[in-house]
């Protein structure tokens, strides 16, 4: 897709502090961090938001959720980090591109809405 901001950070187009890139998922740091890590894991291949992961291979899929543990680790949050997956306008996805949030690096409110 080739007006998506996201797609356009993969392909190189707009620069990112990447932490993590594997054959089906990238991922960089989110430019307005809600947490002292905050990192935004994608698909490589565009798909809208997790309404549509039928269009994506298991193996990505699996990839991005697979990257989240490799991140946490590499970030050092072995106190723990929450992952979070906003779908569609009433959840504030503001990128209509599938991507997770990882968030840590500090004690995390029990709230999530």
Same mark, same amino acid.
């Given at each position: ?6 797609c $356009?950070?993969?392909?190189?187009e707009?620069?990112?502090? &990447?932490?993590h890139?594997d054959?089906?998922?990238?991922a960089? @740091?989110?430019?307005? +961090?809600? #947490?002292? #890590?905050?990192?935004l894991?994608?698909?490589k %291949?565009?798909?809208?938001? /997790?309404?549509?992961?039928? /269009?994506? +291979?298991? #193996? #990505?899929?699996?990839?991005?959720? @697979? ?6 680790? %590499?970030? $050092?949050?072995?106190?723990?980090? @929450? ?6 306008a009433?959840?504030? %996805?503001?990128?209509q591109? /599938?991507h997770?949030? /990882?968030?840590?690096? @500090? %004690?995390?409110?029990? &709230?999530?809405?």
């Amino acid at each position: 897709m080739t007006d998506c901001l996201f797609c $356009k950070i993969i392909a190189g187009e707009i620069p990112s502090a &990447k932490v993590h890139e594997d054959d089906y998922c990238f991922a960089f @740091r989110d430019v307005h +961090p809600a #947490a002292p #890590a905050h990192i935004l894991i994608v698909p490589k %291949q565009h798909v809208g938001g /997790l309404n549509n992961t039928e /269009l994506l +291979p298991d #193996a #990505a899929l699996a990839a991005c959720l @697979r990257a989240a543990k490799t991140i946490a680790a %590499q970030e $050092k949050l072995a106190d723990g980090y @929450r992952l979070v997956c906003n779908c569609g306008a009433h959840a504030c %996805q503001s990128v209509q591109h /599938l991507h997770f949030h /990882l968030l840590g690096g @500090r %004690q995390l409110t029990e &709230k999530m809405g």
